[in-house]
């Protein structure tokens, strides 16, 4: 499986961006998707995760009330609806399939990664 992420860009704080995720030569459905976003010089770390069938979405705190991660199985893509973005949200974004991830946000075991899209928010 192959995952181009998109929808990145620069954006002012206060500004909303969607990402999106899409998968080729397998079946998104069969995974659970999640982002996960790099800051320079800072460790890779979890955003939101969705289950396969679109329930039981999770968080990280710093965005739990301004992100929301969805899926249409059908069109084989994963969003990230990012609101009221904040300078500190400025990083690389990826998504990834099936990811596991520590106490601290750190993924440990991702089956397929995506590309990354960069964000970048202005203050």
């Known amino acids: 499986v192959q995952l181009q992420a998109s929808g990145g860009g620069l954006v002012q704080a206060g500004d909303s961006l969607r990402l999106s995720c899409e998968a080729s030569?397998?079946?998104?459905?069969?995974?659970?998707m999640g982002w996960f976003r790099q800051a320079p010089g800072k460790e890779r770390k979890f955003v939101a995760a969705?289950?396969?069938?679109?329930?039981?979405?999770s968080y990280a705190d710093s965005v739990k009330g301004r992100f929301t991660i969805s899926r249409d199985n059908a069109k084989n893509t994963v969003y990230l609806q990012m609101n009221t973005l904040k300078p500190e949200d400025t990083a690389v974004y990826y998504c990834?399939?099936?990811?596991?991830?520590?106490?601290?946000?750190?993924?440990?075991?991702?089956?397929?990664w995506g590309q990354g899209t960069q964000v970048t928010v202005s203050s």
């Open positions: 969705i289950t396969r069938s679109g329930d039981r979405p």
């Open positions: 990834a399939a099936n990811p596991q991830w520590d106490y601290s946000g750190s993924p440990f075991r991702v089956d397929f």
């Open positions: 030569g397998g079946t998104l459905g069969s995974y659970s």
